[in-house]
């Protein structure tokens, strides 16, 4: 089934609906080649990887971007344990499977990162090798998820906590989707995030809302008219399928105890925006890379860049990608690298 072409498909790009064993997946394809599977974060959509699927497609890959369950024109199961992360791995597979495809390199950026590593590591037989963007790879550890973040924060709640209760979040976005999204957006942009010291958008005030620290500003990135996209989207789905995610981290945590700090090894990539506060909260797990990602290929921090680096440096990241991809067919590949 074709779905009505947005604005912003790259010229020559296809939308398509495809089954998959908890409903349908919408996404978007260009090119030929071997197939690089992209996969989206909170709270986004394909459109996120608009600038990368004809990079990739110019350099002779099948680039897919697809929208995760729960967003977009992808079902959304009403059953808050439909997201844990083994359903997302197995939609992963269904939508490589539906293209004809036997094996993917997957791509995953945000939230889509943690389900682009998770899909490496119980389905190697699949997915080849694993680009991880802004967010690191991080094994299943000793404490509960929700325990640990309960200890983050003092009198403030960490923000994944404050996701957790069904229906709490959504009352506070879904009253102005659009100007939430705004704000969450540019909190997290290079060139718009609130300068440090001004008190943290990852935790949220005793009796306040995680939006009472947005800024107001425009990140460059971001146009009128794709605010309007992504909102208009939002405001039909809402933004429970989303949420429902952070609310399957325990279920994940209980689901993966038989590959409890395990490695990813495939060859892999991380790449961030060197503003991105991921990567000072999550610093461990980036140390950590020789153990968990003993196949990474490079790492690099991306000057400038926030959380939002696919579409803040779009060109610094194809780049990196195709780089990165063609080194996937060297037999001998160069020694690990990293750069800023």
């Given at each position: 089934m074709q779905q009505a072409v947005s604005p912003f498909t790259p010229a020559g790009a296809q939308h398509r609906m495809v089954?998959?064993?908890?409903?349908?997946?919408?996404?978007?394809?260009?090119?030929?080649?071997?197939?690089?599977?992209?996969?989206?974060?909170?709270?986004?959509?394909?459109?996120?990887?608009?600038?990368?699927?004809?990079?990739?497609?110019?350099?002779?890959y099948r680039a897919v971007a697809i929208d995760v369950r729960g967003y977009g024109r992808s079902s959304a199961p009403e059953a808050v344990e439909a997201y844990?992360?083994?359903?997302?791995?197995?939609?992963?597979?269904?939508?490589?499977?539906?293209?004809?495809?036997?094996?993917?390199?997957?791509?995953?950026?945000?939230?889509?990162?943690?389900?682009?590593?998770?899909?490496?590591?119980?389905?190697?037989?699949?997915?080849?090798?694993?680009?991880?963007?802004?967010v690191p790879y991080a094994p299943r550890g000793a404490m509960r998820p929700t325990d640990a973040f309960a200890m983050i924060g003092g009198d403030e709640e960490f923000y994944v906590s404050h996701f957790q209760e069904p229906g709490r979040a959504e009352a506070e976005i879904e009253q102005d989707v659009r100007g939430w999204l705004a704000g969450f957006y540019a909190t997290l942009a290079g060139d718009t995030m609130p300068a440090s010291g001004e008190g943290s958008v990852f935790f949220v005030p005793k009796g306040g809302r995680l939006s009472d620290r947005f800024v107001k500003d425009r990140p460059s990135f971001l146009t009128d008219q794709q605010l309007d996209l992504c909102a208009a989207e939002f405001e039909r789905t809402g933004l429970t399928g989303a949420l429902n995610r952070y609310r399957n981290m325990d279920r994940d945590w209980e689901d993966l105890a038989e590959w409890d700090g395990a490695p990813v090894t495939q060859p892999s990539l991380f790449v961030a925006g060197e503003l991105d506060a991921s990567i000072t909260w999550l610093a461990d797990a980036i140390e950590a890379f020789p153990g968990t990602l003993p196949g990474l290929v490079s790492s690099h921090l991306v000057e400038g860049s926030g959380h939002w680096v696919q579409q803040e440096r779009p060109d610094e990241v194809n780049r990196l990608l195709t780089t990165w991809l063609r080194s996937l067919d060297d037999p001998t590949p160069p020694a690990p690298t990293r750069t800023r």
């Open positions: 089954d998959v064993p908890g409903g349908r997946i919408h996404l978007v394809e260009q090119g030929a080649g071997p197939l690089v599977l992209l996969v989206h974060g909170f709270p986004e959509l394909w459109h996120s990887w608009r600038h990368q699927l004809p990079a990739l497609a110019a350099a002779g844990r992360i083994g359903a997302h791995v197995e939609d992963n597979v269904a939508v490589v499977r539906a293209l004809g495809e036997e094996t993917a390199v997957i791509v995953g950026h945000d939230w889509g990162s943690t389900i682009a590593a998770n899909s490496a590591l119980l389905r190697p037989d699949v997915f080849s090798a694993v680009g991880l963007l802004g």
